[in-house]
């Protein structure tokens, strides 16, 4: 608040910050909102890259497994294996289940492996999404961000492009 005194009275004007302009309110959630979506860019990008360049093979970490699991459980919701054929390893089924819903008979096991990379990045891209928005509501606003980053670009982005 600014005080100056004129003829004996003293007048009070209001102090206008930033925060109460209009167009600072309309401002902040778009640069937000483009902040979000650049970062969400890079983070596919970056974990595309990542996937091209160093996941290379599907014997590594096991992926061949999940991509063998997950024609195996295509066939069972066709019918092409009848009985159906249990899963052979203990393993969760909702992974698996995921790669088989968008799986396509007609791609060979060079093809289903690149597109499962990219699912499992986009995957990944909602997973830390809905990370984000849980650390949102329950930690403060800076916490939050921070430690959303720290998870996103720390540990999500490496293991993204692996079919895992």
Do not use: C
């Not at 401002?27 to 990542?50: C, E, G, I, N, R």
């Amino acid at each position: 608040m600014e005080t100056y005194r004129t003829e004996r009275r003293t007048r009070v004007l209001p102090a206008l910050t930033l925060k109460d302009t209009p167009s600072f309110r309309l401002a902040l959630p778009a640069l937000a909102a483009s902040l979000l979506a650049a970062l969400a860019f890079f983070y596919y990008v970056a974990a595309s890259t990542h996937a091209t360049i160093v996941n290379t093979s599907k014997a590594r970490g096991d992926q061949s497994a999940y991509l063998g699991e997950a024609q195996l459980v295509y066939r069972n919701w066709t019918g092409a294996n009848t009985p159906p054929v249990l899963q052979p390893r203990n393993r969760m089924p909702l992974y698996p289940a995921f790669l088989a819903a968008l799986y396509d008979p007609a791609w060979s096991d060079d093809e289903f492996f690149v597109h499962a990379k990219a699912q499992s990045i986009v995957l990944s891209l909602l997973l830390v999404v809905a990370v984000g928005l849980i650390l949102w509501r329950s930690l403060p606003p800076l916490l939050a961000l921070n430690l959303l980053l720290i998870i996103a670009f720390g540990i999500f982005i490496f293991r993204a492009g692996y079919v895992q």
